[in-house]
């Protein structure tokens, strides 16, 4: 795969795009980008990530930056680190759900959060002129081994006022004794998510959870590749089984019966969560719930029944922080299982969705696929199309033709009919355009998703 750089980061196959020359050129052109402070670097559980992250951890010392090795840890507990005081942002060695032949990185700033549009710009501008800022000393930046990265981000997760012993939630759930089943992809959350759930009360069973970074199967955490997990969730008479993506910023969940939820519904229950105990989160009456243009309606049923009000963004996590923080959210995220807390911190993190999935599911008395039926029941389909020529003039094209159906063009195109939705628009991290459509039906989606899928060249 050719290399692709975008807001979402950098990734490409090792071997061809993504070469150490490259790796140490976007590192030294980042740290010339940031301001003064240390910068923490993780990778996820793949092997090469020990070696990126030694040309990483290089090109920032040759820029006089102290560097924090988080060692194997998730994007977000990166993302937790770059924000504390001192530290001008982090790194993440990962290429997210792609295949075990693909690497990449994730450049946070001092916020914690993914470059923006205008952070990323200037990063290219100074890659593509090589106005590096290179230490003359001998004294080079230090690296500082941080060995309790993922403990941190388990303590001050569970240090939320939410959980606090007044409001008796945390010791609720841990009564519960919930047993669960992990596939971490033997990557960046084997440890972590596991941890968490002790912490919580919960029998573990591990499935892949070694940390080689080996993965059993295709790492995206969708139905087709979790077979295993289902299979585990039933043997072991489990509550639920839960998967995450090999930088743990994903989450997705398996019901007792062995059937995945849906990759939407994290987001969906996570929204519950907050919203149905909103005097706990915040004093917002009417707090605001924010995901982007691909998601789920459900989300915006879950909002409005509590009370809150409902935004959407750009495709992007940085994209919804961005519209979270103006919007002043509380809840919010991706309908790929990506869950974003803000007054934990701004960014997706399968963590936090992991607590907040455990207070909904506390409250509701039956089982999850119970509480799964309380769900508004719409189906969605995803499909993709190589890109061929510029899709943009197709898609302004569809536009005129639906010029009487509510749209909105701030991330390609989206149609909002009475019953459904279709959204297209170019991927970040791919060289294809993406179709999602929803609707009541399944058959009603298939046919919107294909219909408009052919109008692009």
């Known amino acids: ?44 559980g793949r092997p090469s990530g020990m070696w990126i992250q030694q040309v990483a951890a290089g090109a920032l010392q040759a820029s006089g930056r102290t560097v924090h090795l988080l060692g194997m840890a998730p994007t977000p507990t990166v993302q937790l680190f770059a924000e504390k005081a001192g530290f001008a942002g982090g790194i993440s060695i990962t290429a997210s759900h792609n295949p075990a032949e693909y690497n990449g990185l994730k450049f946070l700033n001092e916020r914690g959060v993914f470059l923006g549009p205008k952070e990323y710009k200037h990063l290219m501008q100074v890659l593509e002129q090589r106005t590096f800022a290179l230490s003359n000393s001998q004294q ?46 033997n990557s960046s959350g084997s440890h972590i998510v596991p941890r968490l759930l002790a912490k919580m009360g919960c029998d573990v069973v591990e499935l892949y959870t070694d940390g080689s970074g080996i993965f059993p199967h295709t790492p995206e955490p969708v139905p087709a ?35 995945p939820i849906g990759e939407e519904n994290t987001i969906v229950l996570a929204t519950m969560a907050v919203m149905k105990n909103k005097h706990l989160f915040t004093s917002e009456a009417q707090p605001a719930v924010v995901v982007n243009l691909s998601t789920t309606k459900a989300v915006a049923d879950a909002a409005r029944k509590y009370g809150g009000t409902f935004h959407q963004s750009a495709v992007g996590e940085i994209n919804v922080v961005e519209e979270m923080i103006a919007r002043n959210a509380v809840i919010g995220g991706e309908g790929s299982g990506g869950v974003i807390w803000p007054s934990f911190h701004a960014g997706r993190d399968a963590v936090s969705g992991i607590a907040l999935f455990l207070i909904i599911l506390t409250q509701y008395p039956a089982p999850l696929s119970h509480l799964m039926k309380q769900l508004p029941n719409y189906a969605m389909v995803k499909q993709k199309k190589a890109l061929k020529g510029d899709p943009d003039i197709a898609l302004e094209q569809i536009k005129k033709q639906f010029s009487d159906v509510e749209h909105t063009d701030i991330d390609g195109l989206k149609l909002m009919f009475p019953d459904s939705w279709v959204h297209m628009r170019k991927s970040n991290t791919e060289p294809i355009v993406r179709i999602i459509a929803e609707a009541p039906t399944q058959e009603k989606a298939e046919e919107l998703a294909t219909t408009f899928a052919s109008y692009i060249a």
């Open 1 to 44: 795969m050719a290399l692709i750089s975008s807001i979402s980061g950098l990734r490409a196959t090792l071997g061809d795009d993504l070469t150490p020359s490259i790796i140490a050129d976007y590192c030294t052109a980042f740290a010339a980008c940031s301001p003064v402070g240390a910068i923490a670097i993780a990778h996820d």
């Open 140 to 185: 080079a930046g230090r690296v500082v081994e941080q060995d309790n990265a993922i403990e941190e981000h388990i303590e001050r997760l569970l240090q939320q006022p939410v959980f606090s012993s007044e409001h008796g939630l945390l010791q609720e759930i841990i009564d519960h004794k919930y047993k669960v089943v992990v596939d971490a992809v």
């Open 225 to 259: 590749n979790l077979s295993d997990l289902c299979e585990a969730v039933v043997k072991h008479k489990a509550d639920f089984g839960i998967a995450v993506d090999p930088d743990a910023d994903r989450l997705v969940i398996i019901d007792e019966k062995g059937s």
